[in-house]
């Protein structure tokens, strides 16, 4: 089946700082990828939802400004977490569909757990 | 909102255990069912799906059926293995957007 990837799998950052983290579709061209966030014993919560060259569409409630993402090209989307916070520790988790694909069609990244000191 | 509630775990049952893990949802509309399987260090996939009432989704010997009337959509798998020790994720769709619970450790023992 398709596959998609995250880099890193475990991040650990200093309150203030940025981090990134990219997602990738490793063999096919995703149009559209997707971003969650699983709290501890929660559900995955979706943070917005990109397509490739445009600007993202961010659930409500999710700061535009301090989760950026971009959907520069087919097979790589990335989160920014700007001046992070512990209360931004959190799993992280992407998501690609092919084109023309319904959206439970999704195929997810493994995750990334950020941990914010 | 739209809301999916499942059992919570960590279930841990013996090789050939009848499981059940329940699932429970909330909508204004009539949504369609997921349940989603994660296997240590990879995705999410797609177990199986049910898009109306009364639908039975079943792939790998598991199966869920969609009941409108109590709003549920309980996983069964009537002799697991090993192998199905994984994190299971029940979920719904509305609007194009997929709703997820909490999802729910599941360890086999041998």
């Known amino acids: 089946g398709a596959v998609v990837s995250q880099h890193p799998s475990r991040v650990i950052c200093k309150s203030g700082t940025s981090v990134k983290i990219e997602c990738r579709s490793l063999d096919f061209q995703a149009t559209t990828m997707f971003w969650y966030r699983q709290f501890p014993k929660q559900s995955l919560m979706l943070m917005a939802t990109?397509?490739?060259?445009?600007?993202?569409?961010?659930e409500q409630g999710v700061e535009k400004d301090k989760f950026l993402i971009n959907h520069a090209s087919l097979t790589l989307s990335t989160l920014t977490v700007t001046s992070a916070h512990p209360e931004d520790s959190s799993f992280y988790i992407c998501s690609a569909k092919r084109p023309g694909q319904s959206s439970y069609e999704q195929y997810f990244g493994p995750g990334t757990r950020l941990t914010v000191t | 909102g739209d809301s999916v509630t499942q059992m919570e775990g960590p279930v841990t049952l013996s090789e050939e255990a009848f499981l059940t893990i329940n699932c429970t949802y909330t909508a204004t509309g009539y949504p369609s069912l997921f349940w989603y399987v994660q296997y240590p260090g990879e995705g999410l996939q797609l177990l199986l799906k049910?898009?109306?009432?009364?639908d039975k989704g079943s792939n790998k010997g598991f199966e869920a059926t969609y009941r409108k009337e109590t709003t549920s959509f309980h996983l069964e798998k009537g002799s697991v293995q090993v192998s199905d020790s994984a994190v299971y994720f029940c979920?719904?769709?509305?609007?194009?957007?997929?709703?997820f619970g909490q999802g729910t450790r599941l360890t086999i023992n041998p």
């Open positions: 049910a898009t109306k009432a009364d």
């Open positions: 979920a719904l769709r509305m609007d194009q957007k997929l709703v």
């Open positions: 990109s397509n490739e060259g445009s600007k993202a569409t961010y």
